[in-house]
């Protein structure tokens, strides 16, 4: 995600990558085993570059606001203002 490069990923749609990459709209998911479907979704984004550049900037976007150490650590102090009673 990081890399600002979209992701192909062949796992089942109700798994966390899944979920994740649907919620940040960054890559195409294909059921495990189905090549074919693989196959197409590359071809997908070889020839539709303004989709692969779409799905691209929003991983980049997804893994700044969402999993860099800045994000990490205000999501580490919530949990602890949460536990030391103060929400």
Known sequence: LAAGRPVLAAVPRDCETARLLQRAR???IVPPGDAPGLAAAI???AADREQARRLGQAARDHAVRELSRDAALAA????????????
């Open 43 to 45: 071809r997908s984004l």
């Open 26 to 28: 960054a890559g195409i």
């Open 76 to 87: 580490y102090e919530r949990c602890f203002l949460t536990l030391a009673g103060n929400p």
